[in-house]
């Protein structure tokens, strides 16, 4: 089994707003952001378990990233609808493997504005300092 170093810092962007299907409006800015299921260490626990295996089975050795920054969306029920990479070069089947499996998420709990349940963007930064 391939093992994965990351340092992994999370954030949500500061940009106001966005429309995509099926969410009518998407927010990157909200009072409360979404939650992963267990919280942040959890999070990092799904990271590690799940993305560096993949990108280390769908990506040559040669071209696997040393960033990658994952954008999810988020509905307003916690579900992913969309995941998008970037700081990347991704080869297509290790982009649709990482979508597959990042689709598939537990549900969130979904981001509050104004007290209400609202469809949010939720960035992951990863620095993988190691593909083993």
Request: proline residues 5%.
């Given at each position: 089994?391939?093992?994965?170093?990351?340092?992994?810092?999370?954030?949500?962007?500061?940009?106001?707003?966005?429309?995509?299907?099926?969410?009518?409006?998407?927010?990157?800015?909200?009072?409360?952001?979404?939650?992963?299921?267990?919280?942040?260490?959890?999070?990092?626990?799904?990271?590690?378990?799940?993305?560096?295996?993949?990108i280390t089975k769908y990506q040559p050795e040669e071209e696997r990233p040393t960033k990658l920054r994952i954008t999810l969306t988020i509905d307003d029920s916690g579900?992913?609808?969309?995941?998008?990479?970037?700081?990347?070069?991704?080869?297509?089947?290790?982009?649709?493997?990482?979508?597959?499996?990042?689709?598939?998420?537990?549900?969130?709990?979904?981001?509050?504005?104004?007290?209400?349940?609202?469809?949010?963007?939720?960035?992951?930064?990863?620095?993988?300092?190691?593909?083993?």
């Amino acid at each position: 089994m391939s093992t994965v170093l990351f340092l992994l810092s999370i954030f949500s962007t500061s940009i106001n707003t966005t429309t995509v299907q099926p969410c009518d409006t998407v927010y990157r800015t909200v009072e409360h952001m979404a939650v992963y299921p267990s919280g942040a260490t959890a999070l990092l626990k799904y990271i590690n378990n799940t993305i560096g295996v993949i990108i280390t089975k769908y990506q040559p050795e040669e071209e696997r990233p040393t960033k990658l920054r994952i954008t999810l969306t988020i509905d307003d029920s916690g579900k992913v609808i969309d995941a998008v990479f970037s700081n990347a070069t991704l080869t297509q089947d290790c982009i649709d493997a990482l979508k597959r499996e990042l689709l598939c998420m537990p549900h969130w709990q979904p981001a509050l504005l104004e007290g209400k349940k609202v469809c949010s963007t939720y960035t992951i930064p990863i620095s993988c300092l190691k593909w083993q």
